[in-house]
């Protein structure tokens, strides 16, 4: 099976940084790579970023490209998600997630298959 055990989440002030993580294990290791989400309050799950286990491809949401940077430590089977100049509208609960492609990453939420619990991020003004 699958475990997603997020971590790395808090309450900054806007400018500040947060590095979320996801430790991965089981069959998530064979999928190509891995995802984050968010989803605030009264709000859709939004794609945020993606990473290839490679480190060979990226992927990210218009609205956090030049902040965040995605990226995975294959010794330890974790992706982190560093986010730089937080604003209050990054506020939301972050999940990471796994594909379900082998090969391809994907922005849609229907293309993973597995999910974590979530970390809560809150960014006052």
């Known amino acids: 099976q699958v475990q997603l055990v997020e971590s790395g989440g808090g309450l900054v002030q806007a400018g500040d940084s947060l590095r979320l993580s996801c430790v991965a294990s089981?069959?998530?290791?064979?999928?190509?790579?891995m995802g984050w989400f968010r989803q605030a309050p009264g709000k859709e799950r939004e794609f945020v970023a993606a990473?290839?286990?490679?480190?060979?491809?990226?992927l990210y949401a218009d609205s956090v490209k030049d902040r965040f940077s995605i990226y995975v430590d294959k010794s330890k089977n974790t992706m982190h998600l560093q986010m730089s100049d937080l604003k209050p509208e990054d506020t939301a609960v972050y999940y990471c997630?796994?594909?379900?492609?082998?090969?391809?990453?994907?922005?849609?939420?229907?293309?993973?298959?597995?999910w974590g619990r979530g970390t809560q991020v809150t960014v006052s003004m």
């Open positions: 997630a796994v594909p379900r492609s082998m090969t391809t990453l994907a922005k849609s939420s229907q293309s993973y298959e597995y």
């Open positions: 089981g069959r998530a290791l064979s999928s190509v790579g």
């Open positions: 990473v290839a286990w490679s480190g060979g491809g990226t």
